[in-house]
Every structure is written in C-alpha cells, then in structure tokens.
C-alpha cells in the first residue's frame, strides 16, 4: 500500500476524493436558477492540487488528481446519479490537467498568480464540461447553472488565496518528509 500510495500522498488525495464525493451531491440541490450548493466546495479540489503541485511538484500532483479521480468515480457512482458521477469524473480529470499545466507554467511568477490563474482556467473547463455532460438534454437550466457556478469558482479562487499564502510556508516541511533522512556517518573505528 505504501508504494501505490505514499504516505505524503494521503492526506491529499482523501481531501480531493472528500470534496469531490461532497460536490456531485450538492450540485444536485439548486440554490436558485443560477447556482447549486456544489459550486461553494468543489473549488477546494485547486488548493488541494495548487498546494501538492508547488510542495511535491506536477508529478505528485497528477498523481493525487488521478487517485483522488478514481476513488471519487466509485463512490460517487454510489452516492450520485451515474450521470452526474460520469460527469464529475471526465471535467475533474480535464480541469486537474488544465490547472496543473498552467500552474506549473507559471510556477516562477509572484506566488499568487500561478494558484489564481491555474484554478481560474480549470474552473471554465471543469464547469463547461461537467454541466454539458450532466444536465444537457434535461429539464434544468443548465446554462444558467453553469453561468453561476462559473461565476462562484472564480470568487473562490480568489477567496483560497488567502489559505492557499498562509499554507505556503508548510510546504518546506512536506517536502521534506518525502525525501529519505540522509544517512548516518559511518562508525569510526
């Protein structure tokens, strides 16, 4: 278990797969025409990764985006229409690429940017392509769900800057713990 998943990697990847378990039951309940409950959480899924990604580096955070995927999937299915799951699955995987290709481009600029801009150009993939596949064809005004939710994930991203600062100094220490300790000098003899 602890090569598929290791130790530093648990913690993420159970608060992506949390949030995301959360969000596919809370987009089911609309709190008017132009915006669910879900749209409040699922924005926590960047930090997870903007978080992971500057700690760990893309790797681990694709990693944690992939695991939290799949184990969301199943029990999304379980919680959630299989439409909804499905819809989930496909916009979560799309917009964790799409942030963390962003993030990673502007990985060097002022701390704030590359979380903002990452999260902001995952929101509109993550938004168009959930909505389109969960609610195209049904009676809900999905356009203009998607319109508020969009509308939310953007306030969001800048609403998790503040966290997302004051867990950066954190970070170091992370990072550290998924390096081996170096080895003790040799005993003289």
């Keep these: 278990m602890s090569s598929f998943l290791p130790p530093h990697l648990r913690w993420p990847v159970a608060a992506m797969a949390a949030v995301i378990v959360l969000s596919n039951v809370l987009v089911q309940h609309p709190i008017n025409d ?47 229409p299989w439409r909804i799951a499905v819809a989930s699955g496909a916009a979560f995987i799309l917009a964790q690429v799409m942030d963390i290709l962003v993030f990673n ?54 609403v998790l800057l503040a966290p997302y600062r004051a867990l950066l100094p954190r970070l170091d220490r992370w990072a550290a713990l998924t390096t081996p300790a170096a080895a003790p000098p040799p005993a003289a003899s």
């Design 34 to 80: 132009w915006l669910t409950w879900g749209a409040f959480s699922y924005p926590l899924v960047f930090l997870v990764t903007d978080l992971t990604n500057r700690g760990l580096g893309p790797a681990a955070a694709r990693r944690v985006a992939w695991i939290g995927f799949a184990v969301a999937v199943l029990v999304s299915l379980a919680l959630a």
């Design 105 to 158: 481009r502007l990985r060097q600029a002022s701390w704030w940017k590359a979380p903002l801009l990452g999260s902001l150009a995952a929101s509109v993939v993550d938004t168009a392509v959930f909505f389109f596949i969960a609610f195209a064809g049904s009676d809900m005004h999905w356009l203009m769900l998607a319109s508020g939710d969009l509308a939310v994930k953007a306030l969001m991203a800048a």
